[in-house]
């Protein structure tokens, strides 16, 4: 089962402007005097190049829950926890960086001391499959 992620609007309107004023910032430099076309054309690259990883990290977010773990993908990254890895799992508020595009949070205890948030829009549906495929997971929280 594939989930989406839940994403706050103020976080939404701060990856997009993060995403212009970057590439603001490299375009300015193409059309400065005295600005080398070089220096220039590399700063527009490097700007372009972390606007695009930025959205696509942001919008390339979403949790799988499949016949052996959790899958959780995040553009170039990815991490599958397999279920019987998975300890407890809690809702938390947080505005650390991670897999999660909300400050209403899931976290996601596996192994000994490991844990990542994610935040599914469908939360109640995830936690359910969850449980259903988590034997091990008597209850949450």
């Known amino acids: 089962m594939k989930f989406v992620p839940r994403r706050d609007l103020w976080l939404s309107i701060v990856i997009w402007a993060s995403a212009i004023l970057l590439l603001a910032s490299g375009v300015t ?14 700063i527009f690259l490097v700007s372009f190049a972390l606007s695009f990883l930025l959205l696509w990290v942001w919008y390339k977010i979403y949790y799988v829950l499949d016949d052996s773990g959790l899958f959780i993908r995040n553009a170039p990254f990815s991490r599958k926890i397999p279920y019987e890895n998975i300890v407890n799992v809690k809702p938390v ?16 205890y596996y192994g000994n001391y490991d844990s990542i948030h994610i935040s599914p829009l469908e939360e109640e549906r995830f936690l359910n499959e969850l449980l259903r495929r988590c034997p091990q997971l008597k209850s949450l929280y």
């Open 29 to 42: 430099p193409l059309f400065v005097t005295g600005a080398g076309i070089i220096g220039g054309s590399i």
């Open 93 to 108: 508020k947080s505005w650390l960086s991670s897999a999660a595009t909300s400050s209403r949070r899931l976290e996601v």
